[in-house]
């Protein structure tokens, strides 16, 4: 027993006895010696707990803040790449607009035309007696907001109406490639002049239009003008074959006289008298910029052709005038 005593005691190096590191000291956290502060013991079993009781210093607050920007960042970074991902899914741009009229078509519920999608890349498009209808002008207008190849388009008797003419309008306010447009013989009425007016406010583009035989009359007549005064791009204008009279005139002489840019004007066939002829006449004599006239087929008269004797003498630049049975008594 006394054996047992001096070989567990200090001994003759006078060495301190070793204290076993006992598993409740472990748990509790406690420091490995009572002499010795936070040991290495401590710092490397339990590192959270020793972090998590001391006092956050000005470092440890800016740490914490280029954490939580780095995390902001990594968020806006992950919203681009969203963005990014949903752009390459987008479809690609079609010149002729083919998807779009197919498209079109099951929506108004219209068969497609083939013979316009044979030729959606042809510069001009005749696609005269097709039987369209409003449904189908719709369709069509639809496809030609995007199309880069046509430049002259022909819809004459389709029977369009007012719906198409609306729909071919908004299409001219896009479509900045045609630049010859023919929708005659399709009863656009009232309405489909106010619609092409509206469109000649916009497009500069379009510098012939043929609106032949489209009934219009008298409250057409002030919405054309209107057109007129605005637009000076429009080079050619045909309102032949429909009918309008004397008021018309009245109303379509001043707008004549104000326009820069018209060079040919067909208004035979209408039913224009003396009254409207001799205001027609002052328009024509004050436009220097007329060159082609078609007056033909209106009941003038002597006194609607003495007008435009009148208007001959000041105008100098009118180089060719039809005026072909308007009623001359000699």
């Known amino acids: 027993m006394l054996r047992l005593r001096s070989e567990t005691g200090l001994g003759a190096a006078g060495a301190r006895p070793r204290t076993p590191l006992s598993r409740a000291r472990l748990r509790s956290g406690a420091p490995c010696s009572a002499t010795d ?25 800016e740490g914490n803040e280029s954490e939580e920007k780095a995390d902001e960042d990594s968020e806006v970074d992950e919203g681009w790449d969203t963005d990014l991902e949903l752009e390459e899914t987008k479809e690609p741009f079609d010149p002729t607009g083919k998807t779009r009229y197919v498209a079109a078509c099951q929506l108004y519920g219209v068969v497609p035309v083939s013979y316009f999608l044979r030729h959606m890349k042809d ?25 880069t190849s046509i430049v002259k388009l022909n819809l004459s008797d389709n029977w369009l109406q ?20 023919d929708l005659s013989d399709n009863r656009l009425g009232v309405k489909g002049a106010k619609a092409l007016s509206a469109m000649l406010l916009e497009n500069t583009t379009v510098t012939t239009l043929k609106l032949s035989g489209n009934e219009f009359n008298d409250h057409a007549a002030e919405y054309l003008a209107d057109g007129l ?51 027609l006449a002052n328009g024509f004599g004050a436009n220097i910029f007329l060159r082609v006239l078609d007056v033909s087929y209106n009941g003038f008269g002597n006194d609607g052709a003495a007008a435009m004797g009148e208007a001959l003498k000041v105008n100098n630049v009118l180089e060719e005038l039809n005026i072909r049975c308007v009623r001359l008594r000699l």
Not at 131 to 139: I, N, V, Y
Not at 165 to 180: D, G, P
Not at 261 to 268: D, Q
Request: proline fraction near 5%.
């Open 37 to 61: 502060p936070r040991s290495a013991c401590e710092h490397s079993v339990y590192p959270e707990s020793d972090t998590s009781n001391r006092t956050n210093t000005p470092d440890d607050s």
């Open 123 to 147: 510069p001009e498009l005749d696609m005269r007696h097709h039987g369209l209808g409003p449904q189908g002008a719709r369709a069509l207008a639809l496809s030609l907001l995007t199309n």
């Open 162 to 181: 007012e719906e198409g003419a609306a729909a071919v309008a908004e299409m001219l306010k896009e479509n900045c490639y045609i630049s010859a447009v």
């Open 229 to 279: 005064l605005a637009n000076n791009k429009l080079e050619f204008l045909d309102l032949s074959h429909n009918m309008l009279d004397d008021t018309s005139g009245e109303v379509l002489g001043p707008a004549i006289a104000e326009n820069t840019g018209l060079k040919a004007l067909n208004i035979s066939w209408n039913y224009f008298r003396s009254q409207g002829a001799t205001a």
